[in-house]
């Protein structure tokens, strides 16, 4: 095991994609970016991605097809990737999810979750180290947004996210959308959940807009930041601080200027936050 | 601070079973078919349709004047067709709009734009070697459109009437 410690301050961030890449490029005040690893090719950056590494911009390769998750041991040729994504932009750390992607030779398409037992623990853990061991730079976990959970769970996601930091020894990459769409989807307070999260191991914060449909919460990336989820920054920087908060918007892109709003509306929460921390 | 199995090892037997229920709710979201048993059917139902709907938003993006065709029906017609057919193993979502637009040539005529789309969603998927491809197209009179690409030297199309006007 390798336990890593944070060493980066990464600031304010927001997810590349070509469709944003102007928006991003003009954007003040931002620290870092991430990029999809899997949306770079195998020999030349986006010129967008290489452009912001030139501005001294950190730049975080975020994997989504590792399947960390899985029945599998993730793929030497995807984590080879991922590995070279994260030399080729000089990266602080890689992320990835816990979830799995593919079962039986099927791609799902979308990240879906693990069953929360010490038998997926295990398995996880074990991919986990595999792909430490490949990777150049520390590897930071996020939890999924679940519209589906497993039966039989054996403990809350908080504590089954704790164990694995703990047991791989990996850093948290703690998204407050999917922790606020499983809370509000599967009956549980988000705030108790925060509290149960090993906010001390956080990589950075990702924050993703989202809609109600059917009276299920969509974390779609493709809408706005609710109300309750910025309440959630707020509240994470007034228990604990974070080396960095990252937009995600994947979809139906807004114009500039509602971008660069949401921006602030996060920058404005996480600084309520730390004031209140340092009040009290 | 000692790790207790960090990176304990999982017999064989332990990932078969896991891979198997993986297996098993991974084809009940795909298919929208019953989740396995302690599963919860409605929230099962609805990760399966936000799948769906994700693979459905990739292929309207793809092709453009196929989504405008379907217009409001594009999501009950992509999902009936997800439902029954997986995403392409290449993942692109030009290839699967390719594939969903043949399963509705058969139920109803596809507009010109549509058509035109298609074929260069052909030439553009053929990654090796020579495409020639032809669609009839039908305004603003008949006439066949003929895609023509080489390798190294990019895709030619070439408009061709139809030898004898209808007379109508």
Redesign the interface.
């Known amino acids: 095991m390798r336990t890593t410690h944070v060493t980066w301050q990464l600031g304010q961030g927001a997810g590349w994609r070509p469709q944003l890449d102007g928006a991003l490029a003009r954007a003040s005040g931002l620290g870092f970016i991430e990029v999809i690893a899997e949306a770079i090719g195998g020999h030349d950056l986006p010129a967008g991605v290489a452009a912001a590494v030139e501005r001294g911009l950190q730049v975080v390769p975020h994997g989504v097809s590792l399947s960390l998750g899985g029945a599998e041991r993730p793929s030497p040729g995807r984590l080879a990737h991922l590995a070279s994504v994260a030399e080729r932009v000089n990266a602080p750390l890689v992320s990835e999810h816990i979830a799995f992607v593919r079962a039986g030779g099927r791609e799902s398409g979308h990240l879906l979750p693990v069953p929360r037992t010490r038998e997926a623990l295990a398995i996880l853990s074990e991919n986990v180290a595999i792909a430490q061991a490949a990777l150049p730079v520390p590897l930071a976990l996020e939890h999924v947004a679940a519209l589906v959970e497993w039966p039989d769970a054996e403990m809350d996601e908080a504590t089954f996210v704790s164990e694995l930091v703990e047991r791989t020894g990996a850093l948290l990459l703690l998204d407050l959308s999917n922790l606020y769409a499983n809370a509000y989807n599967h009956g549980y307070d988000a705030l108790e959940s925060l509290m149960g999260f090993p906010l001390d191991r956080i990589a950075y914060v990702h924050v993703g807009g989202g809609r109600f449909r059917d009276g299920v919460y969509h974390d779609t990336h493709a809408d706005p930041v609710v109300p309750g989820v910025l309440h959630l920054v707020e509240a994470l920087f007034s228990l604990a601080d974070a080396p960095g908060v990252l937009l995600e918007r994947d979809d139906d892109f807004p114009p500039e200027a509602e971008l660069v709003a949401e921006l602030r509306a996060i920058a404005d929460a996480v600084r309520r936050g730390r004031e209140q921390r340092v009040r009290a | 601070m000692p790790?207790?199995?960090?990176?304990?090892?999982?017999s064989e037997p332990?990932?078969?079973a896991?891979?198997?229920?993986?297996?098993q709710?991974?084809?009940a979201?795909?298919r929208g078919s019953e989740?396995p048993?302690?599963?919860?059917a409605a929230?099962?139902g609805?990760?399966g349709s936000?799948?769906r709907r994700?693979?459905g938003?990739a292929v309207a993006q793809a092709c453009p004047a196929l989504a405008l065709e379907l217009g409001d029906g594009f999501g009950a017609c992509f999902d009936a067709y997800a439902r029954a057919n997986?995403?392409p193993a290449s993942?692109a979502p030009l290839e699967d709009g390719l594939a969903f637009a043949r399963s509705l040539r058969h139920v109803t005529p596809l507009d010109d734009d549509v058509r035109v789309e298609l074929l260069l969603a052909r030439a553009a998927l053929r990654r090796h070697g020579v495409f020639a491809g032809a669609a009839w197209l039908r305004r603003p009179r008949r006439r066949l459109l003929v895609v023509v690409r080489l390798p190294g030297l990019g895709t030619v199309h070439r408009s061709v009437p139809r030898r004898r006007p209808r007379r109508d």
């Open positions: 790790c207790a199995g960090g990176a304990s090892s999982v332990d990932r078969t896991y891979a198997a229920r993986q297996a709710l991974l084809d979201l795909l989740p048993a302690g599963f919860d929230h099962a609805a990760a936000s799948l994700k693979r938003r997986d995403a993942g």
